[in-house]
C-alpha cells in the first residue's frame, strides 16, 4: 500500500484549501485514512480521520467548523478541505493508514496494523 498525498501551496488567509490523498495498493474504505500536519518547531498532530467503520470521529477543537473530510471511490482518493485558512494552518501535511486525533474528550487511535505515511505536502498561508 501506497498513499501519495497532494494539493498542497500557497493559500490566502481566509481562503480554503483542499489536500488529496490518493490510495495505492488497496481501496480507500478498506483502510482508516487519517490526516497529519507538522509545523515548524512542533511536533506532528493529528486532526483528521475517514473510516469506513465509524461515522462519530472527533475533531480537535481548532479545526471544529472549519474542515471537511470526504472521499471519492473512483480516484480512491481521500479529500481534506480546511476553510477559513489560519495562519496556524501553515505546515506539512501528511496523510497516514492510521489515525490519532487530541480532542477535548480525550485521545482517538485508529489502526489496523499498517502503518503507510505518504510523502507530506507543504501548505504555507499569507496575508
Known amino acids: 500500500v501506497q498513499l501519495q498525498a497532494s494539493g498542497g501551496g500557497s493559500v490566502h488567509l481566509g481562503e480554503s484549501l483542499k489536500l488529496s490523498c490518493e490510495v495505492f495498493?488497496?481501496?480507500?474504505?478498506?483502510?482508516?485514512i487519517g490526516w497529519y500536519r507538522q509545523a515548524p518547531g512542533n511536533e506532528r498532530e493529528g486532526f483528521a480521520c475517514?473510516?469506513?467503520?465509524?461515522?462519530?470521529?472527533p475533531s480537535p477543537e481548532f479545526l471544529k467548523g472549519r474542515f471537511t473530510v470526504s472521499r471519492d471511490a473512483a480516484r480512491n482518493t481521500v479529500y481534506l478541505q480546511i476553510d477559513n485558512v489560519k495562519a496556524d494552518d501553515a505546515a506539512v501535511y501528511y496523510c497516514?493508514?492510521?489515525?490519532?486525533?487530541?480532542?477535548?474528550?480525550?485521545?482517538?487511535?485508529?489502526?489496523?496494523?499498517?502503518?503507510?505515511w505518504g510523502k507530506g505536502t507543504q501548505v504555507t498561508v499569507s496575508s
Open positions: 497516514a493508514t492510521r489515525c490519532e486525533i487530541r480532542h477535548d474528550g480525550g485521545f482517538y487511535n485508529v489502526w489496523y496494523g499498517m502503518d503507510v
Open positions: 495498493g488497496s481501496t480507500q474504505d478498506q483502510l482508516p
Open positions: 475517514m473510516d469506513e467503520r465509524d461515522d462519530n470521529i
